[in-house]
């Protein structure tokens, strides 16, 4: 990690930042860990002395990343990630926030661990981390936690990772009681009856490599239960992941009829469908699972239009143990700290999205969400930032993955674009030479 705390000037660069509205030519002077100015015509000449004057001619300057939905194995599975490896591969991607989860050993679901979880992350992470907090005690789906005390403590939003309360009641009981304390309730929409004991996307091709489906009415089901409970009791409610078209119908038709609901989609599934995964690719088992090429155009057309709020990683590492298995023994997740914005910059090159709408929904989207001071590059605010090379070509080397495992779905491959400077506080903690 640098630690060089002198003023930074990122000049001549093509800045980006959707909190202003902005897209165009600019400089961005960094001093004292905040940005000082975000505009046209800064220049060498009205900067402090001493200051490092980096020219991004031909890049991107823009908020970091703040990823809403990432694994970190501590506390209990320090073997999988830890904060600091986690933090080294957020990064080389981008990302000056991570937003962890609560599905750890022990559960993220009181005080303490909240308070454990915040001074680890600061004592050993190079990047920005904040909890989430289990939405029911144990993750059990049975009793709802202490949002209130948990949220004082420091938790950010509150979830039950990759588990569904399927009790509607808990849940409704959740939403009115978040909505106190202005919470927001993050939920995973998969019914696990539903689910049972399916491994992949319901259709031909799961037929076809004879494996047994997951249907969209497992995601849309539960999300229609979710949709009714948020307008009956007015809470601030975000859908984890959504991943179909029939999804899609059902949150917008909650967003016209004036329901508090937000929604996230994984990089795997606005660039990734379910013929990648090919040969029984066991990097590309996920839950929920890759669907067809028509729900990925459809969710990236929603990202596009705003339905869908937040693009996040969804950064789940599995060892080789795990992973190196026949495909329906093989656990879900893949690594995706240090992958999701090049991956996201094939939605820019095929002209899928523009790139101010993107960081509107990996940085600038996050923070307003979740209430962080990030995601913006104006006066006065945290200077976390980076610097993106739009269009040099590289493939991906999986030995150069920071992550202590290796799980990525884009094994070998071809990209266009990278970071080339991470500053987190002030500080640049990443700088690709």
Same mark, same amino acid.
């Given at each position: ?16 930042? $959707? ?5 165009? $030519?600019?400089?961005? !002077? =960094? ?26 001619? /031909?890049?991107?300057? *823009? $908020?970091? !990343? ?22 080294? &591969?957020?990064?080389?991607?981008? =990302?000056?926030? =991570? ?52 949220? &004082? ?63 969209? &009415? ?15 009791? /007015? ?5 984890? #992941? ?11 038709? *909650? ?45 990236? &057309? ?14 789940? %590492? ?44 990996? #940085?600038?989207? %996050? ?55 991470? =500053?987190? /506080? /002030? ?7």
């Amino acid at each position: 990690m640098l630690t060089d705390r002198r003023p930074i000037l990122l000049a001549n660069a093509r800045v980006i930042d $959707p909190s202003r509205d902005f897209d165009g $030519p600019g400089d961005v !002077l =960094i001093a004292d860990g905040v940005i000082r100015d975000a505009k046209r015509g800064i220049g060498a000449a009205g900067v402090p002395e001493g200051t490092d004057i980096v020219n991004c001619a /031909g890049k991107i300057v *823009a $908020p970091g !990343l703040i990823d809403m939905r990432a694994f970190v194995g501590e506390p209990g599975a320090s073997h999988r990630e830890t904060f600091a490896s986690a933090s080294q &591969a957020a990064a080389a991607g981008g =990302i000056t926030t =991570i937003i962890c989860q609560p599905d750890t050993s022990p559960v993220i679901d009181n005080s303490a661990t909240v308070d454990f979880v915040l001074r680890r992350a600061r004592d050993t992470a190079i990047v920005n981390i904040h909890p989430m907090a289990a939405l029911t005690k144990g993750m059990q789906g049975q009793e709802m936690t202490e949002i209130g005390l948990l949220k &004082a403590a420091g938790a950010v939003a509150f979830t039950d990772g990759d588990r569904s309360v399927t009790n509607a009641q808990v849940m409704r009981r959740a939403l009115t009681y978040a909505r106190d304390f202005d919470a927001l309730i993050v939920h995973h929409t998969e019914d696990p009856h539903l689910v049972g004991e399916g491994v992949m996307n319901e259709g031909e091709f799961a037929t076809r490599l004879g494996l047994a489906g997951i249907p969209t &009415a497992a995601e849309s089901i539960m999300l229609e239960r979710d949709m009714r409970l948020a307008g009956l009791t /007015g809470g601030r409610y975000h859908a984890a #992941s959504l991943t179909s078209t029939e999804s899609l119908e059902i949150l917008k038709r *909650a967003r016209d009829a004036g329901h508090n609901v937000s929604a996230s989609v994984s990089i795997n599934h606005v660039t990734l469908n379910e013929n990648d995964i090919g040969p029984y690719r066991t990097f590309l088992k996920l839950a929920p699972p890759l669907r067809t090429e028509e729900d990925r155009k459809a969710l990236v &057309a929603a990202l596009a239009s705003g339905l869908i709020d937040v693009v996040m990683s969804d950064h789940n %590492p599995q060892d080789v143990e795990v992973k190196r298995l026949p495909f329906a023994e093989a656990a879900s997740g893949a690594v995706g700290l240090q992958t999701m914005l090049p991956a996201a910059l094939r939605l820019i090159h095929n002209s899928e999205m523009d790139f101010k709408t993107l960081i509107r929904a990996m #940085s600038t989207r %996050p923070a307003e969400l979740l209430g962080l001071p990030g995601g913006t590059l104006r006066a006065g605010a945290p200077a976390d930032v980076i610097v993106i090379d739009a269009d040099t070509p590289w493939v991906l080397d999986r030995d150069d993955l920071k992550s202590l495992c290796k799980n990525t779905p884009f094994d070998d491959a071809r990209f266009s674009g990278r970071v080339t400077r991470t =500053i987190v /506080g /002030g500080r640049t903690v990443y700088e690709h030479v």
